[in-house]
């Protein structure tokens, strides 16, 4: 397995890979090399048939404190241009299996669009979100602006954003941002079992379901009822289905391959 210095993979169990975020000296920030290691464990994920899910997690204090500041100061207009962070950013949201994110504590900046990156947040009850990049005279640089605005509606994506103020978890959950939340300590545990539940179905129904999701951000209704509706008939096509259905009628549980 690759050596990473930023990140922690840990040894890939019922189909689901781990991901610890680990630079507390930093409460995480997202420097380039973080983010090129995350892209990297992703893409090798992907590659990888016995993973069929992926947690990505911080300590129990932060999930990420955003960009890293100080490697940020150094960058000009050019230099940030330059930059391969839209690279690593590009792998993390065009990644095709499913991807959880579990935070507890700050997740703040290039972290909350990081989280939001994931197709589902579990918070524990001390979670922290928000996009203080207005503190620092900069706005949200890695979709926290187009993905907010999708997901939690403009009057709250405003008051993040232009305000730099934090909502905690339970705020987050009606909001529409976070999935679940669970007693802090809980918050991992749940995040995987979630995981290992979605990596135990059909490979190829979970993808394509992502997908058709993630499809409802930018299409209109007819075009993403007709992804929706391709996709079904695809899946008409697969063993997996033709299992499913086999073992419901048997009363057993399925036993799905990815075929
Ligand atoms: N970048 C670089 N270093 C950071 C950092 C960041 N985003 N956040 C924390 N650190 C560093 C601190 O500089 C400090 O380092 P030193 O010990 O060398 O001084 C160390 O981590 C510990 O930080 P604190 O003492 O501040 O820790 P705390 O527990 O008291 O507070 C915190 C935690 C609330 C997360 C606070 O550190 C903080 O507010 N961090 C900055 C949050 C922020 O502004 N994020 C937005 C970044 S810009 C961005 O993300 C752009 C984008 O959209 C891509």
């Known amino acids: 397995m690759t050596a990473y210095s930023?990140?922690?993979?840990?040894?890939?169990?019922?189909?689901?890979?781990?991901?610890?975020?680990?630079?507390?000296?930093?409460?995480?920030?997202?420097?380039?090399?973080?983010?090129?290691?995350?892209?990297?464990?992703?893409?090798?994920?992907?590659?990888?048939?016995?993973?069929?899910?992926?947690?990505?997690?911080?300590?129990?204090?932060?999930?990420?404190?955003?960009?890293?500041?100080?490697?940020?100061?150094?960058?000009?207009?050019?230099?940030?241009?330059?930059?391969?962070?839209?690279?690593?950013?590009?792998?993390?949201?065009?990644?095709?299996?499913?991807?959880?994110?579990?935070v507890n504590g700050y997740c703040l900046g290039g972290g909350m669009e990081l989280a939001m990156h994931a197709d589902i947040i579990i918070a524990g009850e001390d979670a922290q979100f928000g996009q203080?990049?207005?503190?620092?005279?900069?706005?949200?640089?890695?979709?926290?602006?187009?993905?907010?605005?999708?997901?939690?509606?403009?009057?709250?994506?405003?008051?993040?954003?232009l305000s730099g103020e934090f909502i905690p978890a339970r705020q987050a959950l009606t909001a529409g941002l976070v999935a679940e939340v669970t007693q802090p300590e809980l918050t991992l545990k749940r995040a995987i079992a979630l995981a290992e539940s979605i990596a135990s179905k059909s490979p190829v129904a979970v993808r394509l379901a992502k997908e058709a999701i993630l499809a409802g951000f930018e299409t209109s209704l007819s075009q993403g009822l007709e992804l929706e509706r391709k996709a079904f008939l695809f899946l008409a096509a697969t063993e997996d289905r033709q299992e499913g259905i086999n073992a419901f009628l048997e009363k057993r549980p399925p036993q799905f391959k990815g075929q």
């Open 6 to 102: 930023d990140i922690l993979l840990d040894t890939p169990h019922n189909g689901v890979q781990l991901i610890r975020l680990n630079r507390p000296e930093a409460r995480n920030a997202l420097r380039n090399t973080l983010l090129g290691e995350l892209a990297d464990a992703l893409q090798n994920a992907a590659r990888d048939e016995q993973i069929r899910a992926v947690v990505i997690t911080g300590s129990d204090q932060v999930f990420a404190a955003g960009a890293d500041i100080k490697e940020m100061a150094a960058l000009d207009a050019v230099g940030l241009w330059k930059d391969p962070r839209p690279t690593y950013w590009k792998a993390i949201r065009t990644f095709p299996k499913p991807l959880i994110a579990s």
């Open 132 to 161: 203080p990049e207005i503190n620092l005279g900069i706005i949200p640089g890695a979709g926290g602006t187009q993905r907010l605005i999708r997901t939690v509606g403009k009057a709250l994506a405003m008051r993040l954003v």
